[in-house]
T-cell receptor, first 109, second 115 residues
Framework: GDSVTQMEGPVTLSEEACLTINCTYTATGYPSLFWYVQYPGEGLQLLLKATKADDKGSNKGFEATYRKETTSFHLEKGSVQVSDSAVYFCALDNNDMRFGAGTRLTVKP | DTGVSQDPRHKITKRGQNVTFRCDPISEHNRLYWYRQTLGQGPEFLTYFQNEAQLEKSRLLSDRFSAERPKGSFSTLEIQRTEQGDSAMYLC?????????????FGPGTRLLVL
């Protein structure tokens, strides 16, 4: 069945460092791909999405590109802030939503 | 814009008791989803409604679990005879759009602890 594998955490970075969280997927057909973020004590919030190959989703300085050839959707940010500390989930929707296990990011001042 | 709301936010119960959670979706969204999230894991799909019709149920949804959406608006998730393994965060999401690929928006969740 469809599945999502994302980089295990936790990830700890200093403020202004570069971030990459890897995400790869297995699916038939052409799923939509998402990154959700979960801040402490809150529900999941949609961060960005891409619905077809080579689409780039972007929001709040985060980016991810739908790479069908490598079945990947890596999350990147050039300069992280303390306020980016959260758990990040990669997900796919192929008539059925599947989530990765989440990657906890901690950004230190 | 009112987001997805869930009630209660926290529930502590004793093993064997019944619990019921409520979800109010975004008003124009016709699709409503329930997920379960355990510590250190991503959400796992439980069930899904389109309007008042329950269209899909996961194998995770044992016969102790029942979900309803009687008027196609809010939904309830009931767990009967709770077990310690039911302890988790229960998330609700809603969406609209064509086909099955509308973006899902999540509520804050109900955290259940079964003692």
């Amino acid at each position: 069945g469809d599945s999502v594998t994302q980089m295990e955490g936790p990830v700890t970075l200093s403020e202004e460092a570069c971030l990459t969280i890897n995400c790869t997927y297995t699916a038939t057909g052409y799923p939509s791909l998402f990154w959700y973020v979960q801040y402490p004590g809150e529900g999941l919030q949609l961060l960005l999405k891409a619905t077809k190959a080579d689409d780039k989703g972007s929001n709040k300085g985060f980016e991810a590109t739908y790479r069908k050839e490598t079945t990947s959707f890596h999350l990147e940010k050039g300069s992280v802030q303390v306020s980016d500390s959260a758990v990040y989930f990669c997900a796919l929707d192929n008539n059925d939503m599947r989530f990765g296990a989440g990657t906890r990011l901690t950004v230190k001042p | 814009d009112t987001g997805v709301s869930q009630d209660p936010r926290h529930k502590i119960t004793k093993r064997g008791q019944n619990v019921t959670f409520r979800c109010d979706p975004i008003s124009e969204h016709n699709r409503l989803y329930w997920y379960r999230q355990t510590l250190g894991q991503g959400p796992e799909f439980l069930t899904y409604f389109q309007n008042e019709a329950q269209l899909e149920k996961s194998r995770l949804l044992s016969d102790r679990f029942s979900a309803e959406r009687p008027k196609g608006s809010f939904s309830t998730l009931e767990i009967q005879r709770t077990e310690q393994g039911d302890s988790a965060m229960y998330l609700c999401a809603s969406s609209k759009g064509q086909g099955l690929k509308g973006t899902q928006y999540f509520g804050p969740g109900t955290r259940l602890l079964v003692l």
